[in-house]
């Protein structure tokens, strides 16, 4: 009888570990980045270093892109769960035929700049096109510049000049603008010149797409839409914490993942993104990070096929979903 109810108690802790065990399993998810690790990502490592993933019942690891990094093609083949595309990639995606979808932005602004010296009498954007040369990338150049061109009077396609992420011939150059990104040119300028640049967002000028989406495919928001739910609303969550609380871990794993990365540098970022309101702007204020909206989609997309990169009758609509977003989720962690 004895050896009988040992069995029984036995038996019964085995289950009750093996439930517990169970009830404690994390979902592995990988989020593949469009670059290598820095504070514009910093969100997805605070979520990650402060367990709010745990919490959600995930195991997350963050595959920094960069150069050599191929993180899209890596969600298209299913090896990785979410990937931060851009909504005009999504759109490229429904063109191809291929079931990308965005399911949240965690940037409500791009944070693309064009960038003049602060001495050339350079005040408002439209003034940009008084210069005698704009060095900008080929992707700038077949949207953004496009778009200005449609947009501005006197930018041409002769002041157009190919930017090799060098810095140095717009900085001897007075008379010329370059591209940047708000978060790291201007500050890398500033060192190396001794002055700060005077800065354009795009963003605020008319040109306003979403950025740095979660995106997964269209089979992930099918069959685990509950996965896809956590990870969003983890994630909105470890931004605010970023962005709010205490971030010396998360810029501990940006700095292990890219050890080039430095402090100041983080710090620029974190206040650019604050100042601007790249993260939290329009209905992100009063509905989440991440939150999404048709009429902005719809905005942009109809600002694509103004310049003819996108066909008026694409399905747009196939490239994202609100469903995820504009809940509300982690606000009350802000500070």
Known sequence: MRDMLTKTCLLAVIGLAASTSAAFALD????????????EHGGFYQAVADGTYEKYGLKVTVVQGGPQAANRA??????????????????????????????AAIFQKDPQV??????????????????DSIFMGKDGYVTYYEWMKKNFEGFTDEKYKPYTFNPAPFIVDPKSA???????????IEKQA????????LADNGYNPYSTMITTTATMVETKADLVQRFVDASAEGWYNY???????????????????????IEYSIAKMKEYGIVESAEALDKGIGCMTDEKYKAFFDAMVQIGVQPADLDYKKAYTTQFVCKGV??????
Request: charged content about 20%; proline content about 6%; aromatic content about 10%.
């Open 178 to 188: 370059q591209q940047g990104y708000l978060t790291s040119e201007p500050y890398e």
């Open 74 to 103: 890596l969600l298209i083949a299913g090896k990785v769960d979410f990937y931060m595309g851009s909504p005009l990639g999504e759109m490229d995606a429904v063109k191809e035929g291929i079931p990308l979808i965005d399911v």
């Open 114 to 131: 064009l960038l003049a010296h602060p001495d050339q009498g350079i005040e408002t954007f439209a003034d940009l096109a008084k210069l």
């Open 330 to 335: 982690g606000m009350a962690l802000k500070k």
């Open 194 to 201: 001794g002055w700060a640049p005077k800065v354009f967002l």
């Open 243 to 265: 962005l709010y609380g205490d971030n010396k871990a998360a810029n501990d794993l940006i700095k292990v993942d890219n050890p080039e990365m430095t402090d100041g540098q």
């Open 28 to 39: 592995e998810v990988t989020y593949g980045t469009n670059w290598l690790a820095q504070a």
